[in-house]
């Protein structure tokens, strides 16, 4: 059954399609569900014959509908991110949050916030691109450093380590500049305080960052088979690297602008896709990015029916879910080998 699900065209076809229809259920769900029920009928007539004079239709269309389209956004880019990360850098353990990229992105905000109060959306975006390419740099520094070279293990605990540390200084910023209200939201993992806005900024950001991902996506399954034989089938190993960290950098900062520090999507998901399709990046990238968006938008309706009608920060839900899979992963990579 494996084999034919991992060589059958036709079967990740079916896949795919399926997991469209079931994000399409999902969002309905996560639009439907919240601190006033309503109904799907209600939800269809708000999408598709708005009436601004009702307020269920208000509710939907500025406050759920954005909200669930950002979950599922933000759900595509980080799974996306994670799992270019992982064929890149061949370690099953890489992925956005363990990596140290969203912690990054996640100072550059707080940063900006202290010393320009009067920051654009746009200035925001940025700022969360660069912090995640600087955490970036650091992580692969600081593991370089290890005898023995980069294993899985070492960039992996590498990651953990900056990541801790990045996150410490983000709370000292966040006390000492009193934006505890404000990088709570960002720090813990949210989606309620997206909008319309929200929505474009992830559009414009995963458009571009997901058309690099799957351009690159055939290189990728060819240097995940190891530097030596794709430098050998002619591959441009550098060029491939380049284009994969900005696109990692532009669907990360772009989702750590909006819902914050959302962590293990970038984990689960490729591993998960992986084991369905198998290790082709051509089917691995599209399907990532319907899991992905399908996780986080289950997680976001999870979030807020756990403890009704107080909201758990969504992060903390796919944390739950992300800490036993990377204690699995980090106990079966042996130790780097």
């Keep these: 059954m494996r084999e034919f699900i991992h060589h059958s065209s036709m079967s990740k076809v079916i896949i795919n399609i399926l997991a469209v229809l079931a994000i399409i259920f999902s969002i309905g769900v996560s639009v439907s569900y919240g601190a006033t029920n309503i ?32 979950a599922a956004l933000v759900g595509a880019s980080l799974a996306v991110s994670g799992a270019i990360m992982q064929g890149m850098t ?8 363990i990596m140290g990229v969203t912690d990054g992105a996640a100072l550059a905000l707080v940063m900006v916030l202290a010393f320009v109060p009067a920051v654009t959306t746009a200035g925001l ?25 980069l294993t899985p293990v070492k960039l992996a605990l590498a990651g953990v380590a900056i990541a801790t540390m990045l996150r410490s200084i983000t709370s000292i910023f966040s006390l000492h500049f009193n934006l505890e209200r404000e990088m ?21 950001s995963g458009v571009v960052g997901l058309l690099i991902a799957v351009g690159i996506s055939k290189s990728i399954t060819v240097l995940s088979l190891g530097e030596d034989m794709a430098t050998g089938l002619g591959q441009n190993n550098g060029i491939i690297k380049i284009f994969g960290v900005v696109a990692v ?19 689960i998901v490729p591993h998960i896709v992986r ?22 938008v289950l997680a976001d309706v999870v979030s807020r029916l756990i403890n009704a009608p107080f909201e758990t920060p969504v992060g903390a839900i796919t944390s739950l879910i992300g800490v036993p899979f990377f204690l699995y992963l980090a106990r079966s990579s042996g130790g780097g080998k």
């Design 39 to 70: 109904d799907l009928n209600t939800v269809w007539q708000a999408v598709f014959h708005f009436n601004p004079e009702l307020t269920s239709h208000q509710i939907i269309q500025e406050l759920r509908l954005p909200r669930a389209l950002s």
């Design 125 to 149: 975006v940025s700022s969360s691109f660069i912090g995640a390419g600087l955490a970036v740099a650091l992580v692969f520094m600081v593991g370089s450093f290890s005898p023995g070279g």
């Design 90 to 97: 061949r370690n099953p353990l890489a992925s956005p949050s």
């Design 275 to 296: 084991f369905i399709v198998g290790t082709d990046y051509r089917w691995i990238v599209p399907t990532s990015i319907l899991f992905g968006a399908l996780l986080l």
């Design 249 to 267: 950098l532009i669907l990360t900062g772009a989702a750590v602008s909006v819902a914050g520090v959302v962590g293990f999507v970038g984990l």
């Design 184 to 204: 709570g939201f960002w720090l813990a993992g949210g989606l309620s305080g997206t909008n319309w806005t929200s929505v474009n900024i992830l559009l414009i």
